[in-house]
């Protein structure tokens, strides 16, 4: 699989999808949903982002 370039980091919100999708597939579907978009969150730049988000939303 290839990925852009230069892509936008994912937001909060963006996982929060990811989960409901990952959750209707699996209904439907009736197995596991198997990705690898969740690595995207193992670079040090992506879970500053999450934490900052999250750290926001709280005030």
């Not at 994912?10 to 990952?22: A, G, I, V």
Request: hydrophobic share 35%; charged share 40%.
């Amino acid at each position: 699989m290839k990925y852009p370039k230069n892509q936008k980091p994912l937001t909060c919100e963006d996982m929060e999808l990811f989960k409901h999708y990952k959750k209707l597939w699996e209904a439907r579907i009736g197995e596991e949903f198997r990705t690898e978009v969740l690595d995207c969150y193992k670079s040090l730049d992506s879970l500053i982002d999450l934490a900052l988000e999250k750290w926001r939303s709280r005030l």
